[in-house]
């Protein structure tokens, strides 16, 4: 959740930054009258109790004194409900104002270029000159007839669209892919985790998923729990509503976990091939982070996604993203976009975001900041997404005959 305290104080800076993300005047007015009807609640039950405090000394004063105490009796009793009825509705007040807020989007960072969409991105760096080929590089789904690494139909049939099965050398390749991005990330000094693939809505509203992309969340009625949708929800609740110690952070975990997702909203967009599924593998990196520490963080996650798909062989450019594409939760994002030869463009395969204090907030993630504690700071990546690898590796290590060559790093895991 943003700062309240700030958005309250600074709200014409607050709003100029919100509107670069997207957020409209009509949201931010309704939070400003909201906050105006908070602190007016909050004003009138604070008066009240001041009220009823020296109500209850003067009570006290005339009981010692012998004086006649039923008028005032009732005036005490009068005024201890109209304190309970004014402390209700400063908390409805406050209610009514989180309601709103948890769907307000996180600040970007100032120094995030101003853009409308994706298209105006800003490309940082390429890496590896992509391969050029003596014949027209087939899309992986095309290589999979030949290999038949993928069924798709029976993925449909087993599920529904958007599912489909590994089987084979594509299955080895996956789990060669998840040890092989878990075995960098420790060495790197993430520790490696095993987390539920179900998580609860408290979890997911600390990190920001819910309520405003509940749309998009496979949800288990009956028990009021959630399919994660990546493993950044468990890794960074892990802390939920506890407190650190300085020295210990940061705290550098990684795990690999199938992820769940609609999808809301992507109809028509990369309905053939893998690129886009309900169901997908990815190893993701997260990191608690001292604030004043984590941009040092942000940058060691991006360059470690960056040097896997360069072990890969994989060439690939890294993408800063405009205020107009930034996720929710991120005050900024790195995205690794990898070159599929089939497509004949970029694709990104990895987001790493920097969230600063925004889920800290939400999931009360604190640390001992000397005699006080202050909020950490929260990152996230993948490192990377398993099935969109899969793709990267058909498409520029395929021959001619459909064959696909395995980079000389997985040969041992597979």
């Known amino acids: 959740m943003i700062d309240l305290k700030y958005l309250q104080n600074n709200f014409e800076e607050s709003s100029l930054k919100l509107q670069k993300k997207r957020v409209n005047l009509s949201t931010l007015e309704t939070l400003k009258t909201l906050f105006l009807a908070l602190k007016e609640a909050n004003s009138s039950f604070e008066t009240a109790k001041a009220e009823q405090n020296t109500l209850s ?3 006290g004063e005339y009981k010692k004194e012998g004086k006649e105490t039923t008028e005032l009796k009732t005036k005490v009793d ?3 409900e109209t304190i309970a009825l004014l402390q209700e509705r400063a908390r409805e007040a406050e209610i009514a104002l989180e309601s709103v807020a948890l ?5 970007p960072d100032d120094d995030v270029f101003v853009g409308e969409d994706e298209t105006q991105n800003v490309e940082l760096r390429k890496v590896l000159e992509p391969k050029v080929f003596d014949f027209a590089p087939k899309e ?3 290589l999979s007839e030949i290999s038949g690494w993928i069924d798709f139909e029976r993925g449909v049939k087993l599920a529904k669209s958007r599912f489909s099965i590994l089987k084979g ?3 080895r390749l996956e789990r060669a892919l998840v040890n092989f991005f878990l075995d960098t990330n420790t060495k790197k000094g993430f520790e490696e985790y095993s987390v539920p693939f179900v998580n609860n809505g408290a979890m997911l509203q600390g990190t920001g998923q819910l309520p405003k992309f509940a749309d998009d969340l496979f949800k288990i009625e009956e028990e009021n729990l959630y399919l994660i949708p990546t493993a ?3 890794l960074t609740n892990i802390y939920h509503d506890e407190i650190l110690l300085e020295k210990d952070l940061p705290q550098l975990m990684t795990a690999y976990t199938p992820c769940f997702r609609k999808e809301a909203g992507s109809a028509g967009r990369d309905t053939r091939g893998i690129i886009r599924q309900h169901q997908f593998s990815k190893v ?5 982070a001292h604030p004043q520490k984590s941009d040092e963080v942000f940058e060691m996650m991006v360059q470690n996604a960056s040097d896997i798909l360069t072990a890969l062989e994989l060439p690939h450019r890294v993408v800063a993203l405009c205020t107009g594409d930034l996720g929710f939760s991120a005050a900024k994002t790195i995205d690794l976009e990898v070159w599929l030869p089939g497509q004949n463009q970029y694709r990104e395969i990895s987001s790493i975001s920097n969230t600063r204090d925004f889920q800290a907030r939400r999931a009360k993630i604190r640390f001992k900041d000397g005699k006080k504690n202050s909020f950490v700071h929260t990152l996230n990546g993948s490192s990377l997404a398993v099935g969109r690898t899969i793709v990267a590796i058909m498409e520029n290590h395929q021959n001619e005959d459909g064959s696909i ?3 000389a790093v997985l040969k041992p895991y597979m």
């Open 57 to 59: 000394k003067t009570f």
């Open 78 to 80: 009068s005024n201890k």
């Open 284 to 288: 993701e990196m997260v990191a608690i």
């Open 103 to 107: 769907s307000i989007p996180n600040f």
């Open 232 to 234: 950044e929800v468990p």
């Open 140 to 142: 992986h789904w095309e």
């Open 405 to 407: 060559n395995i980079p």
């Open 169 to 171: 050398a594509g299955s």
